[in-house]
């Protein structure tokens, strides 16, 4: 269900730098509140509920996200570089889909 999420990391940053890191990724986040209008039946819960960064294997943020979060949640944060590394996101679904992504970064 979920499309490919877009990252948005700096290419390179000095030692010591503090960087934004923005993530969006497309996801209905169904809340399991609405009714399908045919039916009248209830619409399963089918939501992001955690999402993870990590650098070079060190995490750097986390989050649980509960069904008030809106559709395509969007992620902002900020993250001291000390070393030339990789990013690693992850998105965990209800049903135990699990999206990752990676960017990598440089010192400059």
Same mark, same amino acid.
């Given at each position: 269900?979920? &499309?490919?999420?877009? %990252?948005?990391?700096?290419?390179?940053?000095?030692?010591?730098?503090?960087?934004?890191?923005?993530? %969006?990724?497309?996801?209905?986040?169904?809340?399991?509140?609405?009714?399908?209008?045919? =039916?009248?039946d209830l619409i399963?819960?089918?939501?992001?509920?955690?999402?993870?960064?990590?650098?070079?294997?060190?995490?750097?943020?986390?989050?649980?996200?509960?069904?008030?979060?809106?559709?395509?949640?969007? %992620?902002?944060?900020?993250?001291?570089i000390d070393e030339?590394?990789?990013?690693?996101? =992850?998105?965990?679904?209800?049903?135990? =889909?699990?999206?990752? &992504?990676?960017?990598?970064?440089? %010192?400059?």
């Amino acid at each position: 269900m979920a &499309a490919k999420p877009r %990252l948005k990391v700096p290419k390179s940053a000095a030692a010591g730098e503090v960087i934004t890191i923005k993530s %969006l990724i497309s996801h209905k986040m169904e809340s399991g509140q609405r009714k399908d209008k045919k =039916t009248g039946d209830l619409i399963p819960r089918k939501i992001i509920n955690k999402f993870s960064c990590e650098f070079n294997g060190k995490p750097v943020f986390s989050c649980d996200i509960d069904p008030a979060i809106s559709a395509n949640p969007y %992620l902002e944060f900020t993250a001291r570089i000390d070393e030339a590394g990789t990013f690693k996101f =992850t998105w965990v679904d209800d049903d135990g =889909t699990v999206i990752e &992504a990676e960017k990598d970064i440089a %010192l400059s």
